[in-house]
């Protein structure tokens, strides 16, 4: 699920992201923490007030989001931004 402000940009900035390239990498992402594989994914997990939270690059662009996991894995994407911005977002 995406949060408003995620749609917003994507919507602005569609020839830099799209909406499915956001899904690929997030799924990837996902399988890279889950089955612990080692891609090509820059995948950090966030600190301090913000410890539930991860963080994937995807080149200028940041994609903020959290994982929720009962009996079905869903995933929330709070924020996508530049790095310049996505920072003072979260």
């Known amino acids: 699920k995406y949060s408003r402000q995620s749609i917003k940009f994507l919507n602005k900035q569609s020839e830099i992201i799209t909406k499915e390239k956001a899904k690929e990498i997030i799924l990837l992402s996902l399988r890279k923490f889950f089955l612990k594989n080692n891609m090509n994914?820059?995948?950090?997990?966030?600190?301090?007030?913000?410890?539930?939270?991860?963080?994937?690059?995807?080149?200028?662009?940041?994609?903020?989001?959290?994982?929720?996991?009962?009996?079905?894995?869903?995933?929330?994407?709070?924020?996508?931004?530049?790095?310049?911005?996505?920072?003072?977002l979260v």
């Open 41 to 88: 994914i820059d995948l950090k997990k966030l600190r301090g007030k913000w410890k539930n939270y991860f963080r994937v690059r995807a080149g200028k662009v940041r994609i903020v989001f959290s994982i929720k996991k009962n009996k079905i894995v869903s995933v929330l994407v709070h924020c996508i931004d530049f790095r310049s911005n996505v920072y003072k």
